[in-house]
């Protein structure tokens, strides 16, 4: 069975970096494609960026880019979620999440989650 267990995520101040980690077991990075999402207080689930079997990662919203980088350690078989110059729009809990079949923008489309780290940006 495919698991997904998160940590690294904390209080920072705004301008300020965090970096998420996600460990997969039941299952090799090359045989699955990861997301990222998170959820801020009162709104939807987005996702932020995807990790494919193969290829490049990358963001789902332009406005992260050059802030927010995903990234793979195959040998370890975790997932990371770099995240810089933070913003209190930042604010949320992250998820990762898992599919074995595409990147997709939709949560609907992930039936493995990560169970959420805390992300907080205040001053």
């Known amino acids: 069975q495919l698991q997904l267990v998160e940590s690294g995520g904390g209080l920072v101040q705004p301008g300020g970096s965090l970096r998420l980690s996600c460990a997969a077991s039941?299952?090799?990075?090359?045989?699955?494609?990861i997301g990222w999402f998170r959820q801020a207080p009162g709104r939807e689930r987005e996702a932020v960026s995807c990790?494919?079997?193969?290829?490049?990662?990358?963001n789902y919203d332009d406005s992260l880019k050059g802030r927010f980088a995903a990234s793979r350690d195959a040998a370890k078989n975790m997932v990371y979620l770099q995240m810089d110059n933070l913003k209190p729009d930042d604010t949320a809990v992250y998820y990762c999440?898992?599919?074995?079949?595409?990147?997709?923008?939709?949560?609907?489309?992930?039936?493995?989650w990560g169970q959420g780290a805390q992300v907080t940006v205040s001053s």
């Open positions: 990790l494919p079997r193969w290829g490049s990662t990358f």
């Open positions: 999440a898992a599919n074995k079949d595409s990147c997709s923008r939709y949560k609907t489309s992930y039936p493995y």
């Open positions: 039941g299952a090799t990075l090359n045989s699955i494609f």
